[in-house]
């Protein structure tokens, strides 16, 4: 109901129309929505949970927003203490367009604003996490391969790469090494997105997840979408009839609390 809105930035519009309107239930305000589209703000709230004990740990590569004259980003880097190789994602997290720097001389070429973030191996495999109120749903899919010591030495300058996590790379099917293919443990999603739809007061988005390559429960969330393609999620007409049954119930208990409080 409100992707069309996201087109607009009309707080005062939405305010207005919420208060001549209250019987209408609101999935997700435009304000906690905003976080999500722009990737300074897109991560903080999982680079601040401590999910202590929860069958794996959740972090954020060590990243770093850019904003100066792209001659200043080499020392910027190394002040930082980021590691190549890095992706350099837009600002915007509606441009696509991503890129990997090799080594500390590209980093002049890009053109901020953007976000820089540690390329971190995970084995060229994805986890899509899909979120719509209290249910989660994941699929793999194919990502960018493992960068290695000879890779960076032999490897300079700046690749743009394509939407490689696209769903027709989806890696469902594949024979893969099962220590990559192995979906995170279901309580670790459950505490994440619980966590998550509190802190960011959303309901409807994904995460895009990645194991760090090498061990068994060290993940990284490197992207969130609000409302993303729910069409590629399996199960979705039944994923969301409960959703919007479940809210039909709640509204439908909040106003018998109501009635009854003023009876
Ligand atoms: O963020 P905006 O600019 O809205 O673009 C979206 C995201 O890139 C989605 O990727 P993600 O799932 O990472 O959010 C993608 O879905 P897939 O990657 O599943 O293909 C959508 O494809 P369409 O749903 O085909 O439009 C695309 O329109
Ligand atoms: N920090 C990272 N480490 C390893 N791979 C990454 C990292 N960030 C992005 N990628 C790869 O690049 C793809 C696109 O990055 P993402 O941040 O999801 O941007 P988009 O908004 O285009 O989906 C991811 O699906 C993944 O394959
Ligand atoms: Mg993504």
Do not use: W
Not at 65 to 93: E, M, Q, W
Not at 205 to 225: A, L, P, S, W
């Amino acid at each position: 109901m409100l992707k069309p809105l996201l087109n607009f930035s009309l707080p005062d519009m939405f305010n207005e129309y919420r208060e001549t309107h209250p019987e209408v239930t609101v999935l997700d305000p435009p304000g906690a929505i905003e976080h999500l589209l722009n990737r300074q703000s897109m991560l903080q709230e999982v680079s601040k949970l401590d999910l202590a004990d929860c069958h794996g740990k959740v972090g954020v590569p060590k990243q770093l927003f850019v904003n100066t004259d792209p001659s200043s980003i080499p020392a910027a880097v190394t002040r930082a203490g980021l590691s190549l190789p890095l992706v350099a994602k837009p600002l915007v997290a509606k441009s696509h367009e991503l890129s990997l720097a090799y080594d500390q001389n590209s980093l002049t070429k890009l053109e901020p604003p953007l976000v820089l973030q540690e390329f971190v191996n995970h084995g060229g495999v994805l986890f899509k996490v899909y979120i719509v109120g209290d249910a989660i749903r994941v699929v793999r899919r194919f990502s960018l391969p493992n960068v290695d010591a000879g890779d960076l030495s032999n490897n300079a300058g700046v690749f743009r790469f394509p939407r490689v996590s696209c769903a027709a790379a989806t890696a469902e099917d594949a024979d893969l090494d099962p220590h990559v293919a192995e979906l995170p443990p279901r309580p670790l999603l459950e505490i994440l997105a619980r966590e998550l739809r509190r802190r960011l007061g959303l309901r409807l988005f994904n995460i895009d997840m990645i194991r760090e390559h090498g061990t068994r429960d060290r993940f990284y969330v490197i992207d969130m979408n609000y409302f993303p393609g729910y069409g590629k999620m399996p199960g979705y007409e039944h994923v969301f009839t409960d959703f919007l049954l479940s809210l039909d119930q709640k509204e439908y208990k909040r106003r018998l609390g109501y009635t009854s409080g003023e009876g």
